[in-house]
């Protein structure tokens, strides 16, 4: 394929104004939606095959997502696109002051594996109501959706509008070498610095949605039974494999105990076991293998049992963990579940503090004192006070991350702000004007500016 024709035949488009107008964009989403939902089986069936996700999961945690954001868009375009009035100052007097939401062009979206569907059409959707034209990259991992995706929209858009390709690393290596108008990336922190670095050789805005580390905080004062509740289903929704699932627990030393109780009562009433319909598998082998690496089998006090063929971790509960072992050298990415202690919530926090900013946080406590130290004492992307990953399903709220666990947020009117850029126009009127601030500059016109101004 040859990646500037592509690219070339898209800023053709863009630039014939054609994506901008606000009646194109809305029967654009809405055939999006139609098509989505006349394939809704098909989408079950390709999700399925890649791995293994239930078709319960697929509809709460990605259709059910694109549908919403499609709705909200077509219900609330005119506005969103509508110029925004703002105050004209003393020295544009007579004037009238103007933002516009100009689309960037040509958008270059790339999803991660892990929700295949949700993370390459919600930032795509965001982009077509802003008025851009997108290529969408979803990842190499889920060969399946892929395809589907590929086949569904590229047979129902025009390539030069929104168009789907299938890449190997090589070949996106070399597409990154174009000339992008916005980049809008979600993967690992890793891949995120090579995008940012492609994106820099242009100057090419960018939004990155990567990962990191999530920590929860279980204090003396949470209801326990809740807090184990909503635990176990974040962390083991999708076998793990979410970017704002439950990294690790920090639980206070008073509790303990009893927390994990209950935790394990959720993971056996939840039935996670081996050919369980609703559990998902590992995406790869090579992830399998990963996950496994980080188990310490001294330290399992639930699960442990793993089958590479059918790429089947039990949920994994290790105790007595700290910052040395290995599950918490990296972001885990998979149904292991490490459990620290802690006595002081305000250490806790200097722990997590001591190490990159993390995508999501979680604080189970029903001290509002507790919550206030949580919502301004630690830096993270967005997160909940008793309950895990519910903040994204929100579309009122930004879902973005901070520092190594990106930059910029979307969903709802942050995802068309993302994709749009705010430019300002000042339009003034030729009539009303004092001489001030053109020269001679006289002293009485400096005693003025002084007096308006000053
Ligand atoms: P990844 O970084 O390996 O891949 C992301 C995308 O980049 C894929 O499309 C992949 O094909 C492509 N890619 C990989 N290597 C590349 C290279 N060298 N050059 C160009 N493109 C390349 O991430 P992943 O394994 O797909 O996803 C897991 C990571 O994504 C985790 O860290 C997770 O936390 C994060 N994530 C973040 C969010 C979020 O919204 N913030 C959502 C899902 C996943």
């Known amino acids: 394929m040859d990646f500037s024709d592509l690219v070339a035949g898209q800023r053709e488009f863009f630039n014939s104004q054609k994506s901008k107008d606000l009646a194109f964009r809305k029967q654009q989403l809405q055939q999006l939606l139609s098509l989505l939902q006349s394939n809704e089986d098909a989408m079950y069936q390709a999700i399925h095959a890649d791995f293994g996700k239930s078709k319960f999961d697929t509809f709460s945690t990605e259709l059910s997502f694109i549908y919403s954001e499609i709705n909200y868009f077509i219900k609330h375009l005119h506005r969103l696109a509508k110029p925004k009035k703002v105050i004209t100052n003393l020295p544009n007097l007579w004037g009238k002051s103007r933002i516009y939401h100009e689309p960037y062009g040509v958008c270059l979206i790339v999803g991660a594996w892990n929700y295949p569907y949700q993370l390459t059409l919600l930032p795509a959707i965001a982009a077509m109501t802003a008025g851009n034209t997108c290529i969408i990259k979803p990842s190499d991992l889920t060969p399946s959706t892929t395809a589907l995706l590929q086949s569904l929209i590229n047979s129902h858009f025009p390539k030069d509008y929104l168009h789907v390709v299938d890449f190997d690393v090589e070949q996106t290596t070399r597409l990154l070498q174009e000339r992008f108008d916005k980049i809008f990336f979600t993967g690992s922190t890793r891949v995120g610095k090579i995008y940012h670095q492609a994106a820099a050789k242009h100057l090419t805005p960018i939004t990155l949605e990567l990962g990191g580390k999530s920590p929860v905080f279980v204090t003396a004062s949470a209801n326990l039974k809740v807090?184990?509740?909503?635990?176990?289903?974040?962390?083991?929704?999708?076998?793990?494999?979410?970017?704002?699932?439950?990294?690790?627990?920090?639980?206070?030393?008073?509790?303990?105990?009893?927390?994990?109780?209950?935790?394990?009562?959720?993971?056996?009433?939840?039935?996670?076991?081996?050919?369980?319909?609703?559990?998902?598998?590992?995406?790869?082998?090579?992830?399998?293998?990963?996950?496994?690496?980080?188990?310490?089998?001294?330290?399992?006090?639930?699960?442990?049992?793993?089958?590479?063929?059918?790429?089947?971790?039990?949920?994994?509960?290790?105790d007595e963990v700290d910052w040395n072992d290995k599950c918490m050298?990296?972001?885990?990415?998979?149904?292991?579940?490490?459990?620290?202690?802690?006595?002081?919530?305000?250490?806790?926090?200097?722990?997590?503090?001591?190490?990159?900013?993390?995508?999501?946080?979680?604080?189970?406590?029903?001290?509002?004192?507790?919550?206030?130290?949580?919502?301004?004492?630690?830096?993270?992307?967005?997160?909940?006070?008793?309950?895990?990953?519910?903040?994204?399903?929100?579309?009122?709220?930004?879902?973005?991350?901070?520092?190594?666990?990106?930059?910029?947020?979307?969903?709802?009117?942050?995802?068309?702000?993302?994709?749009?850029?705010?430019?300002?126009?000042?339009?003034?009127?030729?009539?009303?004007?004092?001489?001030?601030?053109?020269?001679?500059?006289?002293?009485?016109?400096?005693q003025w500016l002084k007096r308006l101004l000053g």
């Open 227 to 318: 807090a184990a509740k909503r635990i176990v289903w974040g962390k083991f929704l999708n076998a793990g494999q979410t970017c704002i699932a439950p990294d690790y627990i920090y639980v206070h030393r008073s509790v303990k105990a009893e927390f994990i109780k209950h935790l394990i009562d959720y993971i056996k009433e939840f039935e996670y076991e081996e050919g369980s319909e609703h559990y998902t598998q590992i995406i790869t082998e090579q992830h399998f293998d990963r996950l496994c690496f980080l188990i310490n089998p001294s330290k399992i006090i639930y699960g442990g049992r793993t089958n590479r063929d059918k790429r089947y971790i039990e949920p994994t509960v290790l």
């Open 329 to 446: 050298q990296e972001e885990i990415f998979g149904p292991i579940m490490p459990i620290l202690e802690y006595t002081d919530l305000a250490e806790a926090f200097d722990s997590v503090r001591a190490h990159e900013k993390p995508l999501a946080a979680y604080l189970f406590s029903d001290d509002k004192r507790e919550h206030k130290l949580f919502n301004h004492e630690i830096s993270f992307g967005g997160g909940c006070i008793n309950d895990t990953l519910m903040h994204i399903s929100n579309n009122r709220l930004p879902f973005g991350g901070i520092g190594n666990s990106g930059m910029g947020n979307y969903h709802g009117k942050f995802g068309f702000e993302t994709f749009s850029h705010a430019k300002a126009i000042l339009q003034r009127a030729t009539w009303g004007e004092p001489n001030i601030k053109y020269p001679p500059y006289t002293t009485s016109k400096f």
